[in-house]
């Protein structure tokens, strides 16, 4: 049973489809009682335009709601906000039953459209500012990238204000009621989809903001979840609020904060990061702290690796490998911007003492900034290594604050 | 030996001729990002400041992904398509972090 064709409008109408059993999306998140994959129809008064399309397994709803409101040859248009398995699912299929239609995607998507369909099918490139016409309805692009997926943008319909945000401002809830204002509470799920999707990309979650504060929207239809029509601007203040807060007030104040996790077996790894934090404590404008991985919970690794500027990992090597608290906090730089923070690591070993390299390379795989080689010590540090664990630390903290690094290869 | 400024990483690295930008982002420990590595998913375009001409000239599939995303292509390239060419001068590369 489809159930009424949901309309935002007289003419925009939601053809996506509901998957209430979902329990786990992009491996990564929990949803607890499901979620919707939104594609939307717009029509003109010269012809259609498709909005996204769903899930491959959920195409007979969404050709069963799209049917319902209009004949494949009206269809002129199809954008593609990102090209996503999950909202381009049915575009091959799409684009077969309506040959004439034009998709439009944005530049990043040109190659992995290559990915997604296997021939060659024609496709125009929409940028910031591009405008397509439906004859009474005018539909204007803008280049929202990385949120979440590199190639994604955003566009809005000026007659009805809406804007068709991709997956930002997305929930995974399902409701078929569908609209903010008929739903259940659905106020945690738009939290925990901000803080799983987009707080990786919070640079660019606030430039995408500035682009939307152009236009009068009374309307956000997202990509998932429930269509936001009572107070868009509520929403919009979350994400700029999650996207802008900084947790430290030290950094008020020109600080940088370095933080140094650790874990020890016999005390000597410990004994190194005592020294690496008293070196970089010692840096103007730098503040040091060392946390013991043993004792923090993953929510507060997300957090602590948020506010640190440098990170600096010590673990021993235990049968060949860092410890698994090591590992734990990386994975959870899967929540957080890399880019610009400065990462290094260290260890006391007793016989192989890969744990360090092994964590440095993965760090470089995260996108640290890795100017300084891993610092490894055999068994008990000598009054002299310490002293270099203190220079490390040093060193670690001027880079920190924007020392000129200079090498030669 | 060529000096390579990695603007975002704030590292001056100095070069001989052939190196590649690759090498380059690995032995600098910079945040360079890298996805594909050969040239066809776009994730390592950069903006060349100055010191296009020490690098070696882009191929032609290089060109045709650097058209497809737009933009100033006298400034663009791919980095996993990049090698310095001459013996003296700098570079100067910004990825936007």
Not at chain 1, 342 to 360: Q, R
Request: hydrophobic share 40%.
């Amino acid at each position: 049973m489809l159930g009424a064709i949901a309309a935002l409008c007289d003419d925009v109408h939601f053809i996506g489809a509901f998957d209430p059993k979902i329990r786990t999306f992009d491996i990564i998140m929990k949803t607890a009682n499901g979620s919707s994959y939104n594609s939307y129809l717009v029509r003109g008064s010269e012809g259609v335009c498709v909005m996204d399309t769903v899930k491959k397994e959920f195409s007979e709803a969404f050709f069963q709601r799209l049917e319902l409101l209009c004949d494949y040859d009206e269809i002129k248009y199809i954008v593609l906000h990102h090209l996503e398995p999950d909202h381009s699912g049915a575009l091959e299929e799409l684009m077969e039953r309506a040959p004439q239609a034009k998709l439009i995607i944005s530049g990043r998507a040109v190659m992995m459209l290559k990915g997604i369909i296997k021939t060659d099918v024609p496709f125009e490139v929409a940028n910031t500012g591009k405008i397509i016409s439906l004859g009474d309805k005018t539909i204007e692009f803008l280049s929202t990238p990385f949120l979440h997926w590199p190639d994604t943008m955003s566009s809005y319909l000026h007659e009805e204000k809406i804007l068709f945000s991709g997956d930002v401002f997305g929930s995974h809830y399902y409701d078929e009621r569908l609209f903010d204002d008929e739903v259940g509470d659905f106020a945690y799920a738009f939290k925990y989809y901000y803080e799983h999707i987009m707080r990786p990309f919070k640079q660019y979650v606030l430039q995408a903001l500035k682009l939307y504060a152009r236009f009068d929207i009374t309307t956000i239809a997202p990509l998932h979840g429930p269509i936001l029509r009572t107070n868009p601007q509520f929403y919009i203040n979350k994400y700029a609020q999650w996207s802008s807060e900084e947790k430290f007030r030290k950094h008020e104040f020109g600080n940088k904060m370095l933080s140094v996790f650790y874990m020890s077996s016999y005390d000597n790894t410990h004994l190194m990061a005592e020294k690496i934090m008293e070196g970089a404590d010692a840096v103007e404008g730098i503040v040091a702290s060392m946390y013991d991985l043993a004792s923090l919970d993953e929510s507060n690794m997300i957090d602590l690796l948020e506010e640190s500027d440098a990170v600096v990992i010590g673990s021993p090597t235990i049968n060949g490998d860092a410890v698994k608290p090591a590992w734990d906090l990386l994975t959870c730089m899967a929540y957080l911007e890399s880019g610009s923070k400065v990462g290094a690591t260290f260890g006391s070993y007793g016989w192989t003492g890969e744990a360090p390299e092994m964590l440095h390379d993965r760090m470089r795989w995260l996108k640290f900034r890795l100017p300084v080689k891993p610092m490894k010590i055999k068994l008990i540090p000598t009054d002299d290594e310490l002293d270099d664990c203190l220079s490390f630390g040093a060193e670690i903290a001027e880079i920190t604050m924007g020392k000129l690094v200079e090498m030669e290869i | 030996m060529v000096s390579v400024y990695l603007q975002d990483d704030n590292i001056k690295i100095k070069v001989p001729v052939g190196t590649t930008m690759k090498e380059v982002a690995r032995k600098a420990g910079a945040a360079m990002e890298f996805g594909c590595r050969v040239g066809d998913c776009s994730t390592c375009i950069a903006h060349v400041k100055s010191g296009m001409t020490l690098l070696n000239d882009k191929n032609e599939k290089e060109i045709k992904v650097l058209e497809m995303i737009g933009g100033n292509l006298s400034e663009l390239r791919l980095m996993c398509q990049c090698s310095v060419k001459c013996e003296e001068g700098e570079i100067v590369i910004s990825y936007g972090l």
